[in-house]
């Protein structure tokens, strides 16, 4: 008789399947809101497609910085400035840790890894719990919920529990959109496995493999690889909807150099189902990865003679399969025209970007045709509410979008934004004992969660009735002109559209720079929030690429305050105070548990990570 398998049971208020960006900012996003969660993640590391085993940078809404104050905010962007005062120079295993300690040091939050998900357990249309398998303990779990959301990348959860789903392309006839196939179809982008090469300084011989498949010139002609350029445009070069492409922005937008390649080896199966051939698709793509790399060494002169294979991914990275239907599709045409739904709580902005459904197979053709366009556009939180399945939710890729509104959405900082904000709502839908669609009716209140959470949404300022800090007076030491103290309580955290929403002092003197807020009534204190400068503009994201490197500076983003403390004032007295040393974070959060009665405070800025001057975005305080 053999062993007994081994059972455990687990509950909490809410389940996140899915470890990748999306999934640990939705799970961070939960616990934050004081409920116990739990995530679920098959692999060994946090990450996805953005993990130590995939690599691919993470690119959102600013379109590699070329759309300016369009960054990401929120939890997304903590995490990549903690790496960045950790990890600059680019380590995918500190990566890795920087992922794992977030987890670990939120409260509220368990993380199971090695744990794949195998089934879904339903009353009605709500799921009760979900069937769990932990290899490296041998251990069975069933995971119990009151929310459950699927960040699985592949609708894995959504699919088990019978949600809707799409795959392939609409046709053009249900949304109108321009750039739709006449007829529908089962066209889908690929996976690709990512490489990364080094310059050894010498000639590097290679001696391919004999099972590697073999490309010629030919084969190779629309996608640049090494010194070797397309007869044709790059692929992402296609104008500007409405208007001209700049010169420079069709340089930046060439394909990676000799180092970091090549997103185009990309595989999209032949079968009707593009998860069923996963593993055949990655057998193919390993085969075709040093394939190329023979062709770049052993073909001709392609510039590669003193490269070196440095690391050759093993799991592809994935960008499309299943899309779970929820209560709004999002289409092309709410991409293009920049829509603001009035219940948006997530958007983006990188361009339309859908690769040739043949891959790698199709030589003729430019691996992808990207759609620009100018400004951002917003996602409604229906998209994120399945429309079937009433306790399920959904973020990510898997969104409910159409095809070609995936194509832009499906970026990770994009997906990232919108977990925060799937995480956040979980979190009040056990707050009020309510289904992810009953948020709907509360969703001024989500929007100015996500908003104190330093969450960004287009269209949308803080009217937060609790923050005491919007109807403060506000004074400073010095200010610039254009950049006056009272833009502090202007309820916008960013510049926009070259509107300058921060309060930035003339200079910083020895003694420090001050802000000083008067509250409209004296009240007691038990927390001050302030948003710093962190300059969006300029990349902080961990990458393979040199090229994207060299868009980096060492350090924390120098307009970041490094040294201040925050005075709680009652009739120009101290009455409590808080010094912070050393920061490098956009969103500071301080805590004063003694809640004292107090009129003002004041924030002195002693030092910056190396602007001549001090700048802050937003001062809130609440009781």
């Known amino acids: ?29 939960s616990a934050r809101e004081g409920v116990r969660t739990a995530l679920i993640q098959n692999r060994p590391v946090l990450g996805g497609n953005a993990s130590s085993e ?83 303990t041998e251990t069975h779990l069933w995971v119990s919920g009151k929310v459950f959301i699927d960040c699985t990348g592949n609708g894995t959860l959504g699919y088990f529990a019978g949600a809707d789903y799409r795959v392939g392309s609409e046709g053009r006839e249900e949304f109108q959109e321009p750039d739709a196939p006449d007829q529908p179809n089962n066209d889908r982008m690929g996976n690709t496995l990512l490489f990364k090469a080094v310059n050894r300084g010498h000639p590097v011989p290679f001696r391919a493999p004999d099972w590697v498949r073999h490309f010629s010139e030919d084969d190779l002609k629309l996608r640049g690889h090494g010194n070797h350029k397309p007869l044709l445009l790059c692929p992402t070069d296609i104008s500007y909807t409405n208007q001209s492409k700049p010169e420079k922005e069709k ?12 997103w185009w080896i990309e595989l999209p199966g032949r079968g009707p189902d593009i998860i069923d051939e996963y593993e055949t698709i990655r057998d193919e793509l390993v085969r075709c990865v040093y394939g190329v790399w023979d062709h770049m060494k052993n073909s ?91 306790n399920l939710m959904q973020a990510g890729r898997i969104l409910s979008a159409s095809k070609l509104a995936m194509a832009s959405s499906r970026v990770m900082g994009t997906c990232s934004v919108g977990g925060q904000a799937a995480g956040t709502a979980a979190a009040m839908c056990v707050q009020y004992g309510c289904r992810p669609r009953q948020i709907g009716e509360r969703i001024e209140e989500l929007q100015q969660r996500l908003l104190r959470s330093d969450c960004y949404i287009p269209g949308f300022v803080n009217q937060d009735p609790g923050d005491l800090a919007r109807r403060a007076t506000v004074e400073a030491s010095s200010q610039l002109d254009g950049h006056p103290a009272a833009n502090v309580t202007n309820g916008v955290s960013r510049d926009r559209e070259g509107v300058i929403n921060c309060w930035e002092s003339d200079g910083l003197a020895p003694e420090g720079e001050t802000l000083t807020l008067r509250l409209e009534q004296p009240a007691n204190l038990g927390q001050v929030r302030v948003t710093f400068d962190s300059n969006l503009n300029r990349a902080i994201k961990i990458t393979l690429s040199a090229k994207r490197m060299a868009q980096q500076q060492v350090g924390p983003p120098a307009e970041l305050v490094k040294d201040y403390e925050v005075r709680l004032l009652r009739g120009g007295e101290t009455v409590a105070s808080r010094r912070v040393e050393g920061n490098y974070q ?24 190396g602007c001549p001057n001090a700048r802050i975005y937003e001062v809130r305080a609440y009781e």
């Open 251 to 262: 340089k930046a937008f060439d394909v990676y150099g000799l180092d970091y390649g090549y």
């Open 1 to 29: 008789m053999g062993v007994r398998s081994k059972w455990k049971d687990e509950s909490f208020d809410v389940v996140v399947v899915g470890g990748g960006m999306t999934g640990l900012c939705a799970a961070l996003a």
């Open 54 to 136: 995939i690599r691919m940078h993470i690119c959102g809404a600013d379109a590699n910085q070329f759309k300016r104050d369009a960054a990401e905010t929120g939890i997304i962007h903590e995490i990549m400035l903690e790496n960045k005062a950790r990890n600059d120079y680019y380590n995918f295993s500190i990566w890795d840790s920087v992922l794992l300690q977030t987890v670990y040091r939120q409260k509220d939050l368990t993380l199971f890894l090695n744990t794949g998900m195998e089934d879904a357990e339903l009353e009605g249309d709500h799921i009760t719990r979900i069937h769990c398998y932990q290899s490296t």
């Open 300 to 390: 001709g002169d392609h510039g590669a003679g003193d490269y070196d294979l440095d690391w050759v991914g093993m799991l592809p990275g994935i960008r499309e399969s299943r899309r779970l239907v929820g209560d709004y599709i999002l289409t092309e045409n709410d991409v293009l025209s920049n829509r603001i739904f009035s219940d948006a709580v997530a958007y983006g902005g990188w361009p339309i970007d859908n690769h040739t459904p043949g891959g790698l197979d199709d030589k003729d053709v430019m691996p992808s045709t990207v759609r620009h366009f100018p400004g951002l556009y917003t996602i409604p939180y229906r998209c994120y509410c399945s429309s079937k399945i009433s």
């Open 586 to 609: 956009r969103l500071n959060v301080l805590d004063f548990p003694e809640a004292p009665l107090c009129d003002g405070i004041e924030i002195r800025v002693l030092s910056t990570n």
